[in-house]
């Protein structure tokens, strides 16, 4: 059988195809490209643009009354304080965001060297396999070796059981 057969189909008892190990993968590019999570920001899901807006736009200069203006001034103060921890809990969102891209890197390097030992492991086990089925004419031989000598045995103990029971009848 042509080597191109053998590499690429054909109907042989050892085709590679029925073995799974022709070449091909399972490497799902979509899988591959795939968000890590729901609602990630990527070029295929850019977000909302929304912002946030406590007090609406006043569309005109106006005067306010000087209850507006406290209670404007206590929400500034509600807001500023809010502005100040939202900065710190997004500083923390994002610390903890490059602590779990660090730690999907890392992971992925480990399953790239599991991957790389996973083939020089079945690599070895292909290397036994050939190792193997050459010694097969080897104790092929032997075996025939072996029942040549049990048919000799068996020649010479039926001739010997033959003189034995000659002399008898």
Known sequence: MSLQLRL?????AGNLAATGNDGEHAIDKSKVLAETAAGVITPMNPGNFGSIRTAPVVPAPR???RDEADQLKELAKEKTDGARQAKRA???LGKIEEADAKVHKEHRKYEGVVAENELKKVRSNASLAKKLHG??????????GIDKAENNARVRIDAIKAKLTAGMS
């Open 8 to 12: 690429f189909g054909g109907n042989s």
């Open 63 to 65: 005067y306010f009354e």
């Open 90 to 92: 997004y500083q923390a």
């Open 135 to 144: 010694m097969r004419p080897g104790y092929a031989r032997l075996g025939l």
